[in-house]
């Protein structure tokens, strides 16, 4: 089992370009959730997702994100026209039956805006 | 919703020592408490896990303990050896029969233990 695979690992955007996060969950598992973590911070929820339904997304901000969850493929996370405040490390993790039973977390992209 | 606070933010203990860290939460209805070890650079990897039928639970070394009544849990780790080093996050999900639970996380502990 490969374990949860994002890529890239590290991604680096002028301001008001996009950004583009790959997440593919570990096999057999349909629950995805994505995390920020800025530098000396916690993990900070975006977004919950089972294939082809956002269940939660009361952590992401309103405008320049998305996320999806297609049928077939990985889970995107989208940022359009980043700005700085965007750097950070994104997590995904997946789960199989939703966070009683634990995640497992990706390595992360590490999104650096310049 | 659901607020997670930990305590403190760093730890230095000595080779051998025990450290505690100790979390709050503010949902009642929460059932489910994993920690998270995350070492510089990497994922964070869950290490144990408590549910809120039981109080107490061990493996090895590290230990967590849960007060719902009080709704607080910690994490204990004896004999500690400098690999422990690392930043610990608590967190605390519900469990709606298992279709839900986004976890929300603690703003973590920076755990440096001293050879």
């Known amino acids: 089992n490969a374990g949860v695979m994002q890529n890239p690992r590290h991604l680096v955007r002028r301001r008001g370009q996009e950004a583009r996060l790959r997440c593919s969950p570990m096999?057999?598992?349909?629950?995805v959730y994505w995390y920020r973590q800025l530098p000396e911070e916690g993990l900070k929820f975006m977004v919950y997702?089972?294939?082809?339904?956002?269940?939660?997304e009361s952590g992401m901000p309103k405008e320049r994100f998305s996320a999806e969850f297609p049928k077939e493929g990985p889970s995107i996370l989208r940022i359009q026209q980043v700005v700085r405040g965007d750097s950070a490390a994104y997590f995904c993790?997946?789960?199989?039956?939703?966070?009683?039973?634990?995640?497992?977390f990706g390595s992360g992209t590490r999104l650096t805006v310049v | 919703g659901e607020n997670v606070e930990q305590h403190p933010s760093t730890l230095s203990v000595q080779e051998g020592d025990s450290a505690v860290i100790k979390c709050t939460y503010s949902?009642?209805?929460?059932?489910?408490f994993p920690w998270y070890k995350q070492e510089l650079g990497k994922r964070p990897q869950l290490i144990i896990d408590?549910?809120?039928?039981?109080g107490e639970k061990k493996d090895q070394r590290i230990a967590v303990t849960l007060n719902k009544t009080a709704k607080h849990f910690s994490l204990h780790i004896t004999e500690t050896q400098p690999e422990d080093s690392a930043v610990y996050f608590c967190?605390?999900?519900?469990?709606?029969?298992?279709?839900?639970?986004?976890?929300?996380f603690g703003k973590g502990t920076k755990l440096s233990v001293k050879p």
């Open positions: 993790a997946s789960s199989p039956r939703g966070g009683f039973y634990g995640y497992t």
């Open positions: 096999k057999g598992h349909s629950h």
């Open positions: 997702l089972q294939k082809e339904n956002i269940i939660d």
């Open positions: 949902d009642s209805a929460s059932n489910y």
């Open positions: 408590i549910r809120s039928n039981v």
């Open positions: 967190a605390a999900s519900i469990d709606y029969g298992g279709s839900q639970g986004n976890l929300i």
